[in-house]
């Protein structure tokens, strides 16, 4: 037929036959019909009647005629359109049949979908589900699909050394939890899971496998020992570093309790203007002390002046800041020196650090000694976080995952055009 070598070039079509094309006219309201391309085609004589499951041929045993969305032509919405069997496989029994440029059992084609899925990478949700005139729940499926059969899927676990396990809320209520490996040396999502319980961080050694000699887990120190149990229980070998993060977050925790305990005080004693200037002034001194700006500079000053308890609270977190920067025996040093100067100090809130910076002793000297750098954790964290703020609407944790795994685990392909 004259015009199928051309079709067949467009539709990169391997093992299909381009029987015909026609237009068809689809009626709209208050508005001229809207013209669609139809693209009648068949699998060639090996693609036809193949078990979608084991790939044998099979009988067939009845024909539908059935039509996929493909990539649109010119404006216009295409379908390849097929006559499609059902056939009767020695292995499977009846069963509709493979074809060479659909999913089984999909009404999109495979490069509809590969381009819908990196659209969806690209932009909001609801921006690329307008563009391709698709719903929003077409597209979550399609990243669904695309994402579970990406070829970096496989193999993704192999070279797993340096791992961080994590958990992230992603909307409100307490099931909406996420668990999250990372490879902390690509800083990429290694797997990723609905939920947060014992369950899930099972099932990823489960699938991971427990016996890597060099394994190194890297948790959160969040209130999540649970986490370490299992790892103790499924990857003995694997050292628990704690989060830097986290760690330092502990001594700003300690420095607000601190803060607001002092300006009770003082609106008791009925001082409220140094209250108010309290927590203003510490608001601003949250921040690294290179980052500060010279009005927080003076407002660091002033509590230095006036307060001589959050001040001192202020200098050992930031000497905690710097034994965590500093890693290794330096780092060692450094944090026993806090540890000494929190007791010392006889402000209670930091005694408490103190005593949580003993417990996790061990698990923080290994984050000096063999911890990985935070900063991919860190930028792969912000970046979960702008998906799950873009992503507001996602009703279910489904779509959230495959998106997330699809983009930052290194499944998201380049553009196919
Ligand atoms: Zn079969």
Known sequence: MADSSIWD??????????????????????????????????????????????????????????????????????????????IDCAEHGKITAKVPWARHDDYFSMPFEDHSAWLAAQMPWTKASAGLRITWEALANIVTRVTADAPALAGRLDGLRMTGIDEKSWGKGAEKFLTVVTDHETGKIAWIAEGRSQESVTAFFDQFGTSRPKLLTHVSADGAEWIHDVVRAKAPQALICLDAFHIVKWAGERLDELRRRLAAELRAAGSDDQAATLGKGMREIRKKPQNLTAGQRTALAGIARDNKQLYKGYLIKEQ??????????????????????????????????????????????????????????????????????????????????????????????????
């Open 320 to 417: 905690l800041r710097e034994a965590l920067r500093a890693r290794g025996a330096h780092g060692k040093a450094l944090l026993a020196g806090v540890i000494f100067w929190a007791v010392r100090s006889r402000i209670p809130e930091f005694a408490k650090l103190a005593k949580t910076l003993r417990r996790f002793l061990p698990l923080i000297w290994n984050t000096l000694g063999h911890g990985p750098s935070n900063g991919r954790a860190e930028a792969l964290n912000a970046q979960l976080n702008a998906l799950i703020t873009r992503a507001r609407g996602f009703r279910s944790a489904g779509a959230l995952i495959a998106m997330a795994d699809f983009v930052y685990g290194g499944l998201c392909p380049d553009s196919p055009y």
């Open 9 to 86: 070039e467009i539709l990169d079509t391997r093992h299909v036959q381009v029987l015909r094309t026609y237009i068809e006219r689809w009626p709209r309201r208050d508005k001229a019909p809207e013209k669609v391309l139809i693209v009648v085609v068949e699998p060639d004589d090996e693609a036809r009647n193949r078990c979608p499951h084991c790939g044998n041929k099979g009988v067939p045993v009845e024909f539908d005629v059935r039509r996929w969305r493909t990539l649109d032509v010119h404006g216009k919405k295409c379908f390849p359109e097929c006559r499609l069997p059902r």
